[in-house]
């Protein structure tokens, strides 16, 4: 269950405490071989297997998408232990693989960095499992053997042995829930249920339901080792248990005033609240944690939904939410199998952003993983249960389902120019916004013509791998993996220096390759004002500058697109941007202190142009005191208007008496 590269990246030097779950990368075994032998050979296993274990091969094919999308990683297993494309778990192997041995891997490492790394993934692999029993769910490897005959290598290191191993399983659950070998998919909704081992059975239903979904739709792709795999559609397809019906309705515990989690049917989802609390700190002063009372959004529009990931595993994270000390977001959803966990009432101002205008006005979602590591930590059945999550919300809270409303983390504007260099910068550059907006069922489509003067940032995420430093001590690069980002040069030429970022490095030095550096960078998704074309190069408005990416009509990084822009009025050489939206001096009653809008160390230049994400009245949420009752927070509104714009990586705002709204040209 893991991303979509063939090899796992390892984390950034910042991050190596609390990444402590990540396993090493594993040598390229017989996954790698069988794809450059043969590109139609997995497809035959799935059908080899599902004729000699009579399990339909669509199932076994859904299954395994759902689990690893077809991918092999270099034969690395995933963050709970799992192998091939059908995932099966042998965690006590991949524990003694992650032990400190004093060498690095396949010769490309330093060693003493990859001991200390390795040594750092053994003790914490040691404390999450405990010393007791392994649970079943992280030895489904073990059952595999014990019904195939097979070892646990074998069905570890072989594709063939691994899928038979998965449809093994598959058969296995069905006899115990009685149920007959049936060629018909929709007789084995109960045994998809259930063979992920999952602790929660909504989790193993929210799983069944997401195959049952791929199965619907169908779906093809050629994975990481090169192999063309191909499941067709079957629309009129209904699971027996008919659990999907559900679909549509709400669980909402708290509007029939229960402890329940706000969340879509179709997930496996709880209510672990965060502490709303007093408490002393360090030096003896009354303080509260660890978010706000509000009524939202009756007293505020909810405008953004705002993407982290934890840079920490599960057990770290549901720990520091329940910290009234620590800061506090919406929704945490674990990588293993997509559960969810609510944690602040949608009505609630959580404390995740760092940005307070943006806090108020967003729900945030923390993925479990690290921005390093995708293929062990941005799972499939995370990318689907995160992508219910999103519809869900953006139906409730009526917000739109583009890149201008939901946003990363790494988009999200410091407030002042001092808080830029320490704004955060997940979930990064190889989460796939592309397949999360299809999973949305708003995928990035071109929108214009060719000669379009607004473009929308989209490159192959599979294809397109630029190369990324820091994300471990090594001081190599990282290894090569897709990404949905472009890098920004100052002229056509990739030899060119990259643009430059006033704010993240007021001293004026450049932007860098690294993973965490976002000074130079455009993802996908995100619209820009086209400054000019020269050959397989494009020029884009960025950060008040012209900024270049390479954008070759064979493998474009870039779509045609049709929106709304704003340019410097008429007389004015550059406008200011800022940070948040907040209303002018006049419209603070006497009891809440003035918030003085501080602009940012961006201009808007004559002639320039910026996509334009929504239009918004100055407004602010006072919340600074502990209130049991909700009773004392508010919301101040002005007449001064905003437009909400792509500057850089990140949004900022301008004021709307200081640009004109124009149209793209095509």
């Not at 494309?85 to 991949?94: E, K």
């Not at 192999?227 to 008919?242: C, F, H, K, Y």
């Amino acid at each position: 269950m893991r991303g979509r590269s063939a090899r796992a990246l390892t984390v950034t030097a910042a991050g190596a405490a609390a990444a402590a779950l990540l396993l090493p990368l594993a040598s390229p075994g017989p996954y790698a071989t069988a794809g450059q032998r043969d590109s139609s050979r997995l497809q035959q296993h799935f059908t080899d297997a599902a004729e000699q274990y009579n399990v339909p091969r669509s199932v076994l094919l859904g299954v395994s998408y759902l689990q690893s999308r077809w991918d092999a990683h270099d034969g690395a297993p995933s963050v709970t232990g799992g192998y091939g494309p059908m995932h099966l778990t042998d965690a006590r192997t991949a524990l003694a693989e992650a032990a400190p041995t004093g060498h690095g891997h396949a010769g490309t490492e330093d060693s003493r960095g990859d001991t200390a790394r390795t040594a750092r993934t053994a003790a914490a692999h040691a404390a999450t499992l405990g010393k007791g029993k392994v649970p079943a769910r992280l030895r489904t490897a073990e059952r595999a053997a014990e019904l195939t005959g097979l070892s646990r290598k074998e069905l570890r290191e072989s594709a063939a042995a691994n899928v038979r191993g998965g449809a093994a399983l598959l058969v296995d659950a069905q006899k115990k829930l009685g149920r007959p070998l049936s060629s018909d998919p929709a007789d084995w909704f109960g045994a998809v249920a259930a063979f992920p081992a999952a602790t929660e059975r909504a989790a193993g239903e929210a799983f069944a339901n997401d195959v049952f979904d791929v199965l619907r739709s169908g779906a093809r792709r050629t994975n990481d080792t090169g192999q063309r795999v191909t499941l067709d559609a079957a629309p009129s397809l209904r699971a027996g248990e008919a659990r999907a019906a559900g679909d549509a309705r709400e669980r909402d515990g708290s509007a029939a005033g229960k402890a329940g989690p706000e969340c879509p049917r179709n997930v496996s989802c709880e209510w672990l609240p965060a502490p709303y609390e007093e408490y002393t700190d360090d030096e003896g002063r009354p303080n509260y944690g660890n978010h706000d009372k509000a009524n939202r959004p009756e007293s505020a529009s909810i405008d953004y939904i705002v993407v982290h990931d934890t840079e920490g595993p599960w057990n770290v994270v549901m720990d520091l939410i329940q910290d009234p000390t620590y800061v506090s977001w919406n929704y945490s959803l674990r990588s293993s199998d997509g559960h969810i966990a609510q944690h602040v009432r949608g009505k609630d101002a959580a404390w995740h952003a760092g940005n307070w205008y943006v806090n108020a006005k967003s729900v945030g979602l923390e993925h479990e993983g690290f921005l390093t590591d995708p293929d062990a930590w941005f799972t499939e059945a995370m990318y689907r249960s995160s992508a219910r999550l999103v519809k869900y919300l953006a139906a409730k809270y009526d917000i739109p389902l583009d890149r201008q409303h939901v946003i990363g983390h790494d988009n999200v504007p410091g407030t002042t120019s001092a808080n830029i260099p320490g704004m955060h910068t997940d979930p990064g550059p190889y989460f796939d916004w592309q397949h999360y907006f299809t999973l949305l069922g708003k995928p990035f489509e071109p929108g214009g013509g060719a000669g379009s003067d607004l473009v929308t940032i989209r490159p192959d995420y599979d294809k397109h791998q630029p190369e990324y430093t820091g994300c471990d001590d090594s001081g190599d690069p990282c290894p090569a993996h897709g990404s949905g980002a472009v890098r920004l040069h100052t002229a056509p030429d990739a030899s060119s220096p990259l643009v430059k970022d006033a704010g993240l490095r007021p001293g004026g030095e450049d932007s860098t390759t690294g993973v965490n550096d976002t000074g130079a960078r455009a993802g996908t998704g995100q619209q820009y004002a086209v400054a000019g074309r020269k050959g397989e190069w494009t020029a884009v408005w960025y950060l008040g500058e012209k900024a270049w990416f390479h954008n070759p009509r064979k493998q474009p990084t870039a779509v045609p697109a049709r929106g709304r822009m704003v340019t410097p009025k008429a007389g004015k050489d550059e406008v200011p941007v800022y940070g948040r939206a907040y209303p002018e001096k006049e419209a603070y009653p006497a009891d809440v202190p003035f918030q003085e809008l501080s602009p940012l160390p961006y201009k808007i230049g004559k002639g320039q142009a910026y996509a334009v994400g929504l239009k918004t009245r100055g407004e602010y949420l006072y919340a600074k005191d502990y209130d049991p009752k909700a009773e004392k927070f508010k919301v101040v509104r002005g007449d001064l208007a905003y437009y909400q714009i792509q500057l850089g990586h990140r949004v900022a705002f301008v004021k709307a008496d200081d640009v004109k709204l124009i149209r793209s040209s095509s």
